[in-house]
């Protein structure tokens, strides 16, 4: 298996109502997230990957919706218990957020080695559900973008 690469998307799914999707890890219990992913090979186009990664994760096929780049970056040090999927040495990871809007909440089909719940939620909750930092940052920033897009 090949190491994962340090950049990744982090793609928070969102109704226009601002419910938003949050998806419990298979490997955690309790660890609740929005659609995230590193990069298959540095020359993926990040929307690329946030397109996959959707697609993978939830089985919603976003290939006519549009995702919006925040022009959010963070950078944050890879939790211990997952270094081991990197490149020896590599301690931090750089994350790029993006958002896509759905009219209303959607089916979700969740890929069973990554995710063992999905679940809906008003943007507050959800942001107090998750359990990295950027993810529930991002989430709170969601009704100000929401209104500038």
């Given at each position: ?8 998307v982090?793609?928070v799914?969102h ?10 890890r298979?490997s955690?219990?309790g ?11 540095l020359?993926?186009?990040?929307e690329?990957a ?6 993978e994760e ?5 290939a ?11 950078a944050?040090?890879?939790y211990?218990?997952?270094r ?5 040495g590599?301690?931090h990871n ?5 958002a896509?809007r ?17 679940l809906?939620?008003p ?5 107090e559900k998750c359990?990295s ?5 991002a989430?709170r920033?969601?009704?100000a ?5």
């Amino acid at each position: 298996m090949s190491s994962k690469l340090p950049v990744s998307v982090l793609v928070v799914i969102h109704t226009a109502a601002l419910d938003v999707l949050l998806l419990e890890r298979a490997s955690h219990p309790g660890y609740w997230q929005s659609v995230t992913g590193s990069l298959d090979r540095l020359e993926e186009p990040l929307e690329g990957a946030a397109r996959r990664e959707v697609r993978e994760e939830t089985g919603i096929d976003a290939a006519s919706s549009r995702f919006l780049r925040w022009q959010v970056v963070n950078a944050f040090e890879i939790y211990a218990q997952w270094r081991r999927r990197f490149a020896p040495g590599t301690t931090h990871n750089t994350e790029h957020v993006f958002a896509l809007r759905l009219a209303g909440r959607v089916a979700v089909t969740l890929a069973a080695q990554e995710h063992r719940a999905q679940l809906w939620l008003p943007w507050r909750e959800a942001a107090e559900k998750c359990f990295s930092w950027s993810n529930r940052d991002a989430i709170r920033m969601l009704p100000a973008r929401s209104a500038a897009s």
